[in-house]
C-alpha cells in the first residue's frame, strides 16, 4: 500500500462538523453551569443592596433594629424578639430531635435485625425525608395545637422542625456510625464489654463528631424553615419578647415573610437586613461544622477520647 | 445490621451478668422505640390528614363520628371537589373546586422543572465529564449554597429583584414590540414595585407572576438535579467511557451516548425529587406567584399554588370547624398523596441506578 492512497483516505474523513459539535456542546455545558453561579451572585448582590437602601434611603438604627420588637410602623420595628424566638426554637428542636434521631440511628445501625421491620424503618425514612415540610406545620396544628390544646406556641413550632429533621439527622448518624471500624466494637467485647457498654464508651465517642455536625446542619436547615412555622399559627408580627417555651412567636424567617409581604418598601428593607441576619446565622453554623468536620477529620485514627 | 458478637463470657447463672443483659434489653427497647417514633409520624401525618379532611367532606371527622356518634353530612361532593374550576372555599358564596390551584401547583412545578432539568443535567454532565478538579471544587460549593439558602429568601429575592427586573424585562420585549399591546396588560401593574425596574425596563409587571415563581424554584431546584445526576454519571464505570474512545467516539458522543444512557435512571431520580420538591415548595411560590386562584397560563398572571393556600389560610388564624379550616387538610392531604407518590417513584429508580453498578 502506498502512502499517498492512505492520506487520500484521510483527506475523506471531514471531521470539522464533529469538532464544531464538540466545541458547541462544551460551551453550551459551561454557560449552563455558569447559570446557578450568576443566580446566586444576583441573589446576594439584591439582599446587600436593599440592606445598604435600608441604611440609607430609611435611615434605619442597627441597634435598634436588633433589639427591638416588631411594629405595625416600619420607623420602629426591630428584629430583635424574632432573633430571640429562633433561638428558643432552635433549642427546643435541638433538644427533641437529637435524643429520637440517635437513639434511631444506633438501633439500626447496631441492632436492627435484616427483617421486614427494619426495612419498613428504612423506606419510610426516605419517604419522611421527602414530606414538604408544609405538611409537618399541618400535622401540629391539627394533632399538638388545636386537639391537645397547646396554642400556637414556641414549643409547638419546635415539634415541627424536630419532625422535619429527625430524618436528616438520622441519616447523618448512620453514616458515622457505621464509619466507626468494627475492630474497635470487637476490642471492646473482648475486653468483657457488654453491647450496650460498648456503643456507648467506644462507638457513640467517636461517632459523635459526625452526629453533631450533622445535627448542626439539620438545625440550620430548621432555623430557615418558614412554611412549617406559618401553619403552626405563629403571629406574622413579632410585637413581644418570648418569655418562654410556652410564648407565642414569631421567629426570623416568619418575620421576614411579614415585612416582605407589605407593601410598603420600608419592611422590605427591613426583611433585607433580617435576611442579613438569618445568613449570618447560617454562616456561622455551617462554618461550625465545617470546623468540627476539620479538626475531628485529622486524628481520626487514634481512639485517644475513648 | 447487627453485629453478631457475643456480649460478654459466657458464663450462665451470674447475677450481674443477669443485671447486664437485662439492661441491654432494656436498652434495645427503648432504641427500638425511636425508631418507631418516625414510623408513628408517617402513620399520624396520614391519620391526622385524613381525619380531618373528611370533615370537609363529610361535616364531621372519622374520630367523631366514630367515637362522638356525630352523623355524616354531605358538605363538599368530591364531583365539585375535582371537577369545579372556582376555589374559593373562603368566600361568602364558597366554590370548592380544587382544580384551580391544582393546575397552579403543576404549572409551576412543570415550569421549574423545565429551567432546572436542562441546566441541572448540563451542569451535572460539566461537573462529572469536562470540569477539571480545580473548578469541579470551586463550582460545587456554589451549588451547595444555592440549595442552602432558605426558601424564605428565594421568595424576597423574587419580589425584589425576579419579578420587578427579569419578569418585566421579559414581559417588555414579548410583549412591547410595538407598545400597543402592553397597555392592555397595565391591569397587571397596580402598583411598581422597584423603581429600578422601571428605569431600566420602563415598564412594571405586579407583584406577583407566574413565571417568576418558575424561575426561583426552577433556580433552587437546580442543585438537587446536579448533584444526584452527578452522582449518578460518576458510577458509571470508566471501562465504558474508554471503550468508546477506542472506538474512535468524541468527548460529546460519550458523553451524550454512554453517560448518559448509563446513569439515566439516576438522572430520572433526580428529576423526579426536584419536581417533588417544587410541588411541595411554599414560601418562594407564595411571595413569587401570589393569591388568585386562576386557570391560566399566562406567565404574567397571577397564579395560586395548593401550598400558597395553605398559607393564606394560616395567615388568616380560621378558627378550628369553619370550612377554611377544614379545607387546609383537604389540600394538605392532596398534597401529601401527590409527594408520596412522587417520592415511591424516585425510591425505586434510586435503587435501580444504585445496583446497577455495584
Given at each position: 500500500m502506498s502512502t499517498k492512497r492512505e492520506t487520500d483516505f484521510l483527506e475523506d474523513v471531514d471531521l470539522s462538523r464533529e469538532k464544531l459539535l464538540n466545541r458547541v456542546f462544551y460551551g453550551t455545558l459551561v454557560v449552563a453551569s455558569l447559570f446557578g453561579l450568576v443566580m446566586l451572585l444576583l441573589l446576594i448582590a439584591d439582599v446587600v443592596w436593599e440592606s445598604y437602601q435600608a441604611f440609607v434611603t430609611f435611615d434605619i438604627d442597627l441597634g435598634n433594629y436588633l433589639t427591638a420588637t416588631s411594629s405595625s410602623r416600619a420607623e420602629r420595628a426591630g428584629f430583635g424578639a424574632s432573633i430571640l424566638a429562633s433561638l428558643w426554637l432552635m433549642a427546643l428542636t435541638a433538644v427533641l430531635a437529637f435524643f429520637i434521631a440517635v437513639g434511631c440511628a444506633i438501633y439500626l445501625v447496631?441492632?436492627?435485625?435484616?427483617n421486614r421491620v427494619t426495612r419498613l424503618i428504612e423506606a419510610n425514612l426516605a419517604n419522611l425525608a421527602g414530606v414538604p415540610s408544609i405538611v409537618y406545620g399541618l400535622l401540629v396544628l391539627a394533632l399538638i395545637v388545636n386537639d391537645a390544646g397547646l396554642g400556637s406556641v414556641i414549643l409547638a413550632g419546635a415539634i415541627a422542625l424536630a419532625l422535619l429533621i429527625v430524618p436528616i439527622i438520622i441519616v447523618a448518624s448512620i453514616e458515622s456510625i457505621r464509619a466507626v471500624p468494627s475492630s474497635v466494637r470487637d476490642g471492646s467485647y473482648a475486653m468483657g464489654a457488654t453491647k450496650w457498654q460498648t456503643i456507648r464508651q467506644v462507638v457513640l465517642p467517636k461517632a459523635m463528631p459526625g452526629i453533631l455536625t450533622g445535627t448542626i446542619l439539620a438545625l440550620a436547615r430548621a432555623i430557615g424553615e418558614t412554611a412549617p412555622l406559618i401553619m403552626v399559627g405563629?403571629?406574622?408580627?413579632?410585637?413581644r419578647y418570648p418569655s418562654g417555651p410556652l410564648s407565642s412567636f414569631s421567629a426570623m424567617p416568619t418575620q421576614i415573610y411579614n415585612w416582605t409581604y407589605q407593601a410598603d418598601r420600608m419592611f422590605n428593607g427591613l426583611a433585607a437586613l433580617g435576611i442579613v441576619v438569618l445568613l449570618l446565622f447560617l454562616v456561622a453554623m455551617y462554618a461550625l461544622a465545617g470546623y468540627l468536620r476539620k479538626r475531628y477529620e485529622t486524628d481520626g485514627g487514634s481512639i485517644s477520647n475513648v | 445490621m447487627s453485629t453478631e458478637t457475643p456480649s460478654g463470657?459466657?458464663?450462665?447463672?451470674?447475677d450481674s451478668l443477669e443485671a447486664a443483659h437485662e439492661k441491654n434489653r432494656r436498652v434495645r427497647r427503648v432504641l427500638f422505640g425511636c425508631a418507631a417514633v418516625t414510623v408513628v409520624t408517617t402513620v399520624a401525618i396520614f391519620l391526622v390528614l385524613f381525619d380531618n379532611a373528611a370533615s370537609y367532606f363529610f361535616g364531621a371527622r372519622i374520630s367523631e363520628v366514630l367515637f362522638g356518634g356525630d352523623s355524616i353530612v354531605r358538605t363538599v361532593t368530591f364531583t365539585e371537589f375535582f371537577t369545579g374550576t372556582r376555589w374559593a372555599p373562603?368566600?361568602?358564596?364558597?366554590?370548592?373546586?380544587?382544580l384551580p390551584i391544582v393546575a397552579g401547583t403543576l404549572t409551576i412545578t412543570v415550569g421549574a422543572g423545565l429551567v432546572s432539568i436542562p441546566i441541572g443535567t448540563a451542569t451535572a454532565l460539566y461537573l462529572s465529564e469536562y470540569a477539571t478538579t480545580g473548578t469541579r471544587n470551586r463550582l460545587k460549593p456554589v451549588l451547595e449554597v444555592l440549595a442552602g439558602i432558605p426558601t424564605i429568601v428565594y421568595g424576597y429575592f423574587a419580589v425584589s429583584f425576579v419579578t420587578p427586573v427579569i419578569v418585566s424585562g421579559i414581559a417588555t420585549y414579548v410583549v412591547n414590540p410595538t407598545g400597543s399591546w402592553f397597555d392592555s396588560i397595565s391591569y397587571l401593574a397596580p402598583f411598581v414595585l422597584d423603581p429600578v425596574a422601571e428605569w431600566m425596563m420602563g415598564v412594571s409587571v405586579g407583584r406577583y407572576s407566574l413565571l417568576g415563581g418558575i424561575l426561583v424554584v426552577g433556580t433552587m431546584t437546580i442543585p438537587m438535579v446536579s448533584s444526584i445526576s452527578e452522582d449518578a454519571m460518576q458510577a458509571v464505570p470508566d471501562d465504558l467511557r474508554n471503550g468508546a474512545y477506542a472506538l474512535g467516539a468524541t468527548k460529546y458522543q460519550v458523553a451524550t451516548r454512554i453517560v448518559l444512557p448509563a446513569a439515566v435512571s439516576g438522572i430520572f431520580a433526580s428529576y423526579i425529587l426536584a419536581l417533588s420538591r417544587a410541588i411541595g415548595e411554599t414560601m418562594a411560590v407564595t411571595l413569587a406567584a401570589g393569591f388568585n386562584a386562576n386557570l391560566t397560563a399566562n406567565p404574567f398572571a397571577e397564579i395560586m399554588t395548593m401550598t400558597a393556600y395553605l398559607v393564606s389560610i394560616a395567615r388568616g388564624t380560621s378558627a378550628v370547624g369553619t370550612v377554611e379550616y377544614q379545607s387546609l387538610f383537604a389540600v394538605g392531604l392532596l398534597l401529601f398523596l401527590m409527594t408520596l407518590s412522587m417520592n415511591l417513584l424516585n425510591d425505586r429508580l434510586k435503587r435501580r441506578f444504585q445496583e446497577e453498578y455495584r
Open positions: 447496631e441492632y436492627a435485625p435484616e405563629t403571629m406574622l408580627h413579632a410585637t | 463470657p459466657g458464663i450462665s447463672g451470674d373562603d368566600h361568602a358564596t364558597p366554590a370548592h373546586g380544587v
